[in-house]
């Protein structure tokens, strides 16, 4: 079972990219998702979570301008990043496999993706 991440690349800042996370194979809970970035020279840090019939819930940093969703059919979460910003370049990872308490906290989680680099720059 894993997770693999896509959609990652080069943006200019106020543009957009939708980041895609495909969970494959048996073995991994999709009933709570999530989206973490790691900058660089920083630790990582929650971004976003969801799970059908919650509110979705955002770092203060991106609320307003991303939104996560998922397709339960396909296993396939998404990550709608819109008016990015150059302090939004980090490697992107996706998330499932929830323990509970706070999904803020990457300990919480116990599977993740490799990663996909999102840059923003002019």
């Known amino acids: 079972a894993q997770l693999i991440e896509s959609g990652g690349r080069l943006v200019q800042p106020g543009g957009s990219l939708r980041l895609s996370c495909a969970v494959s194979?048996?073995?991994?809970?999709?009933?709570?998702v999530g989206w973490f970035r790691q900058a660089p020279g920083k630790e990582r840090e929650f971004v976003a979570f969801?799970?059908?019939?919650?509110?979705?819930a955002y770092a203060d940093s991106v609320k307003g301008r991303f939104t996560i969703s998922m397709d339960n059919a396909e296993k396939t979460v998404f990550l709608q990043m819109n008016g990015l910003k150059p302090e939004d370049t980090a490697v992107y990872y996706c998330?499932?496999?929830?323990?509970?308490?706070?999904?803020?906290?990457?300990?919480?989680?116990?599977?993740w993706g490799q990663g996909t680099q999102v840059t923003v720059t002019s």
């Open positions: 998330t499932a496999d929830y323990y509970g308490g706070n999904w803020a906290f990457e300990d919480r989680w116990g599977a």
């Open positions: 969801f799970s059908t019939g919650l509110n979705p």
């Open positions: 194979g048996s073995g991994i809970s999709t009933s709570f």
